[in-house]
């Protein structure tokens, strides 16, 4: 009975503990074994690693690229609104030299016909008297030579405003200013502009021009250029305005402003920041008819800054215009 229990033990326990019960050889295997194992996991636990380290240096660039990109990309739409706004800058000077163009080609036809025709008419009335003389009446003789004077005058004044115009462009104006009584200076200007056949104001225009200036207000400028002023906004105010016509002065702080002032249909508001550039002529029904070479303003204001003055625009509300030229006074008549 012992026997055969002992007997089962030894028969039982192989079983359970066969690790134990094995051979050297086969715990070496198993050994072996478990090593691989363990190493192949060792192994793929850092190829695990190395993928991950990748997969995050993958990631970095990827970052990198992306802001690099997104630089990229700001820096193009810069270069496109630069690009755009530069379109913009280019359009508008293609309208602007397109202006100028037109504004050219139109003050070339005027001042091509406003020389061809008194030329013409020197010439033909002048040519008459030539052949003619003996046979021609004292009247006749008379009258062509008032014709040919009064041409003769609208050919200098023309001739006069192209070199005024050069001379304040290429900044070789002579000026010399000195001090002018204005009343004497604007009494002056009214009498010779009455006088002066090629100019659109009649004796009876300037006769009705009234005049508001104290009579011993002072200016300093050229007397010429401060005549030419006056006597240009006095042709625009006759030419495009309506009367009454009225000229006021008074001092303002340190220099005198002038006031040539109509009450006719007025300038256009789209046109006032152009009025005092060269060939500037309003493309309005009111004038398009009248001829004119678009000079006289632009030599007012090239003349009024030449003396340390400025031209300007203001509407005479409620309808009309005040032309205005700022002036130095003579500062030491009040030291």
């Known amino acids: 009975m012992t026997t055969t229990v002992r007997a089962t033990g030894q028969q ?15 715990q070496s295997n198993y050994t072996r074994a ?16 190395a993928n991950q380290r990748a997969m ?22 810069n270069m496109l609104d630069d690009l755009e706004a530069e379109r913009r800058k280019v359009d508008r000077s293609n309208v602007e030299l397109r202006e100028v163009n037109e504004a050219m080609r139109s003050f070339i036809a005027t001042a091509a016909h406003d020389l061809r025709s008194p030329l013409a008419s020197m010439v033909g009335f002048s040519s008459l ?47 010399q200013p000195e001090l002018v009584v204005l009343r004497e200076a604007i009494t002056q200007c009214l009498a010779a502009s009455g006088r002066d056949t090629a100019n659109v104001a009649s004796e009876q225009d300037t006769a009705s021009v009234t ?3 104290s009579p011993d207000l002072v200016v300093r400028a050229d007397p010429s250029h401060l005549s030419r002023i006056i006597d240009n906004y006095l042709q625009n105010a006759f030419k495009y305005g309506e009367p009454p016509v009225r000229i006021e002065a008074a001092r303002i702080a340190e220099m005198v402003e002038i006031q040539v002032i109509d009450h006719g249909a007025g300038v256009p508001a789209e046109f006032t920041s152009k009025l005092f550039e060269k060939f ?27 003396n340390g003055g400025q031209a300007e625009y203001q509407p005479n509300l409620p309808h009309g215009s005040r032309f205005i030229v700022l002036l130095p006074t003579d500062e030491r008549s009040h030291r």
């Open 280 to 306: 500037a002529r309003a493309d309005d029904p009111s004038t398009r008819e009248k001829k004119g070479t678009g000079l006289g303003l632009s030599i007012v204001r090239g003349l009024a800054e030449a």
């Open 129 to 175: 008297l030539a052949k003619n003389w003996d046979t021609l009446s004292e009247e006749k003789r008379l009258q062509f030579a008032t014709t040919i004077d009064r041409q003769s005058h609208k050919l200098t004044w023309l001739v006069n405003d192209l070199l005024t115009l050069s001379s304040i462009e290429g900044g070789v104006l002579n000026t």
């Open 12 to 26: 039982d326990g192989p079983s359970a503990h066969g690790l134990d019960a094995a051979g050297p050889d086969e």
């Open 211 to 213: 005049v508001s200036c």
């Open 56 to 77: 995050l240096n993958i990631l970095e660039d990827l970052e990198t690229e992306k802001a690099r990109l997104e630089s990229t990309q700001k820096a193009l739409i």
């Open 34 to 49: 478990i090593l691989n194992i363990l190493s192949d996991a060792g192994d793929e636990q850092e190829k695990q690693g």
